[in-house]
């Protein structure tokens, strides 16, 4: 009697064994469906932004490194480092700069789910990271593009908050230093840390006080860390520090973090058009219902672990605003790096099996209902700001065929230009604000490079302009490249003019 109860037993085992294992396959295969369909929709379209990172790529295959991304002083080069080697194997190509988000939203799920495992419980821990391959819908299209500090963004919250919690459990050196060195590093890599960083170590001093009498190790530890945003930053009178001038208050802040933002995040609003998933009204209610869940579950984790993702919740929308940056409301970049909060947060309501179908269908299908609607074409409201055609296969050959490899171009077809031709057209940016004729040839004026070699070798060499049709004021350009006998080719909405004496 008693075998065959333990046989029993262990087949009720498997069976819940495999009824998991089945439900995490197909959140990954969702995942990754949804990111092979992002990739061929026009939401996968490249642009100039991930041609930066992936050409820093490029130069440190070559011994050429660099702080930051160019032309920036915050935004670290970590994620150009980690594609270099996938470039060195497979070549420089948009799907191998793409795999490196790719695979740190991987590693990102999985370090969900090992915080989870110390704070919300095993099953809800499983759901989180499924969760978090499939959802926020925002997270998927963002990181489905190499933006070079998002993904990496992400991926140190989660270890931050994991760290946190090993150090608490048990402060020894060891621990303590390997946090200060993964906040170091998280903080020279993206500065958006901060927010998440601020609440996480006051939660560790309020559960463990007695951690205070190391903390010099992991202040020493973190300085190791962020050593080149230091580096950099006393070399360059602390710019890293400056803020951009902004008109937008505090509290306007606030408030668009809490509408539009977050809505977009979870997706109850579609970033951009910030058209509702719900009716005004049922849409309240949602609200409501997680305002009253996260208060209930706020007071019932206060004197466990769980209370960390509550204590990062609650003080992070005012340390974030803070930021002139975050005067953003028609997309929620700057929240990504809070979103393994939230899905743990939202992963407590999956304590069963049925539970836990009912939040990953919920998630997938805001996800899929969010996506799809992002793809839906949206009219731009002047040709100034309809982006870049799709494919720059016709002008690299109309380019090759007059002999242009030299040129200047805006920064949205420039560095594009750079990394699709692997640098065998070097076009640099410029906004064409003012020109002069030297030399022989026209050159525009200095500009905001992104990154000055470039436009140092442009302007030595006889170069050729692009210029994108209705997306920039010509009427200095036009007439002083006409007058000196510039040659002027179309194709598609891209506009040639080749300088006199290259071959057609």
Request: glycine share 6%; aromatic share 12%; charged share 15%.
């Amino acid at each position: 009697m008693i075998a065959v109860q333990r046989a029993q037993l262990a087949s009720l085992g498997r069976l819940a064994l495999s009824r998991w294992t089945v439900l995490a396959g197909v959140a990954f295969a969702v995942g990754v469906a949804l990111r092979i369909w992002l990739y061929r929709s026009s939401l996968g379209v490249p642009n100039s932004d991930e041609a930066v990172l992936g050409l820093m790529a490029v130069h440190a295959l070559h011994g050429q490194f660099t702080t930051f991304i160019w032309g920036q002083t915050y935004g670290g080069s970590q994620e150009a480092l980690l594609a270099a080697p996938l470039f060195a194997v497979f070549g420089s190509s948009w799907i191998a700069l793409r795999m490196v988000p790719f695979i740190l939203c991987g590693v990102a799920a999985l370090v969900v789910w090992r915080v989870g495992l110390r704070t919300i419980g095993s099953r809800p821990a499983a759901v989180a990271a499924c969760a978090y391959w499939i959802w926020p819908p925002f997270l998927l299209f963002h990181l489905g593009h190499a933006y070079g500090f998002y993904a990496t963004g992400i991926t140190y919250c989660g270890l931050i908050l994991l760290l946190a919690l090993r150090t608490v459990e048990q402060p020894s050196r060891l621990r303590i230093g390997l946090f200060g060195l993964v906040l170091g590093l998280a903080f020279w890599q993206t500065p958006q840390i901060v927010p998440i960083a601020v609440p996480v170590v006051a939660w560790m001093i309020w559960r463990r006080p007695g951690i205070l009498r190391r903390a010099w190790l992991g202040v020493v530890f973190a300085a190791l860390g962020a050593a080149p945003w230091l580096s950099y930053n006393a070399r360059h009178d602390w710019i890293s520090l400056s803020l951009p001038a902004d008109t937008s208050t505090y509290v306007h802040r606030l408030r668009i973090f809490l509408s539009p933002l977050i809505p977009m995040t979870i997706g109850l609003r579609a970033p951009f058009s910030q058209e509702l998933l719900l009716p005004n009204l049922l849409t309240y209610v949602v609200y409501l219902a997680l305002l009253v869940l996260f208060v209930v579950g706020a007071i019932r984790a206060r004197s466990r672990s769980a209370s960390l993702l509550y204590w990062v919740a609650i003080a992070y929308p005012f340390v974030y605003a803070v930021q002139p940056l975050t005067n953003l409301s028609s997309e929620p970049r700057y929240l990504l790096i809070a979103t393994p909060v939230l899905t743990l947060l939202l992963a407590q309501l999956a304590t069963s099996y049925v539970r836990a179908i009912l939040v990953l269908a919920v998630a997938a299908a805001l996800s899929v209902v969010t996506l799809h609607r992002m793809n839906e074409p949206v009219p731009a409201a002047s040709a100034a700001t309809a982006p870049p055609p799709a494919d720059f296969r016709p002008l690299i050959t109309l380019l090759d065929r007059v002999g242009v490899t030299r040129l200047y171009a805006s920064y949205w077809v420039a560095y594009r230009l750079d990394f699709e031709t692997r640098e065998r057209i070097i076009a640099s940016n410029n906004s064409f604000r003012s020109a002069r004729f030297v030399d022989g040839q026209v050159t525009p004026g200095a500009d905001l490079w992104r990154y000055p070699p470039y436009a140092h070798e442009v302007d030595r060499a006889r170069h050729g302009f692009v210029f994108l049709r209705g997306a920039e004021r010509l009427d200095l350009m036009v007439p002083l490249l006409e007058r000196h006998r510039y040659r002027r080719y179309t194709v598609g909405r891209f506009i040639v003019y080749a300088p006199p004496g290259s071959t057609h």
